[in-house]
Every structure is written in C-alpha cells, then in structure tokens.
C-alpha cells in the first residue's frame, strides 16, 4: 500500500479559513485561492448547459403525475354549499349537521365533489383526511419499493416498470 504524498505540509490546516483570517501566502508562491460554492460548481462541473437542463426537466416530469393527483385531492374533496328545500334547514347555518335528511341539497349535485357524493360531512368528516393520508403513505411504499427494485436490477427497468403502473 503506497501513500500518495499531499502538496499542503500542514494537513490540520482547516478546509475553510476564518473571515477574519487574511490570506495565507504558501511556501510556493501566490495567494491562496477562496473559492465560494458557485466558483467551485463552476471550476469542476461547468456552466448550465443542455445535460444539466435535460436532467431538470426529467427530474420535475417525475413528480408531475404525483402533483397532479395532490390537485385533484385538494379541489375535488371540498365541502361545497348547500341549500335550503324546506323547513327545518337554516340558511345561515355554516354547516349542514343537524339539518333534518331531505330539507337541504348540495349546489351542483350529489357530484360536485367526493364530499358530497359519498356524504363526508359531521361525524364522517374525518374520512377525507384518512384517505389523503392513505394515498401519501402509500406514494411513500411505492417510492421506497421502487428504490430497492432500482437497487437490485436496473435503473432502466424501473423505469420501464414505473410506466407501465402509473402510466394510463
């Protein structure tokens, strides 16, 4: 096994000097250099170029599908308004519990929403968020299966396995 000799004598040196601290002249010559995050991303991997937007653009597509079902959550699980058909309903009542079955109706139907059509509103409210809950726990088995899947076999297959499940 060879050591590999280092060009800076003193290796206790810290990585990154103090503010306070000027800059340092080595035995060999000029300065030494402060670079910042963005010299440094810029010195070893280069500019913003077509690869690094090909890889942006990939990585957002990957998450559209999920954001398009967390949209579809938030608008078609909320509770819509209601409306008075007879006595025993209260207009100005924010909420239809304890409103008599048949002296009320939801604007827009029985399907203008998930609430309505499956009658989640009282003592069923909480179901909306049992099911939202159930689907983000879900995306989170799904993204921890496909992971090993990737681990295991390929990243292509995954891929390709991925589609072929999330994919109309």
């Known amino acids: 096994m060879s050591v590999i000799p280092s060009s800076d004598p003193d290796l206790r040196s810290p990585l990154l000097p103090s503010l306070e601290e000027p800059a340092r002249k080595s035995e060999k010559g000029p300065d030494v250099q402060k670079l910042t995050i963005d010299d440094m991303l810029q010195k070893h991997c280069g500019e913003f170029g077509t690869w690094q ?25 909320r509770e819509p308004e209601f409306r008075c058909l ?53 995306c989170m088995i799904g993204e921890y299966e496909l992971s090993l899947f990737v681990f295991f076999f390929s990243f292509l297959s995954a891929i390709y396995l991925d589609l072929c499940f999330f994919l109309p």
């Open 53 to 77: 937007l090909r890889h942006f653009v990939l990585t957002c597509l990957a998450w559209a599908l999920e954001a398009f079902h967390t949209m579809v959550m938030i608008f078609a699980d």
């Open 86 to 138: 007879g006595s025993g309903c209260d207009e100005m009542a924010k909420s239809v519990c304890g409103f008599e079955p048949g002296s009320w109706d939801w604007v827009g139907g029985a399907g203008s929403s998930t609430v309505a059509q499956w009658g989640l509103v009282c003592g069923e409210k909480y179901k909306v968020g049992l099911v939202q809950a159930v689907f983000f726990g879900g």
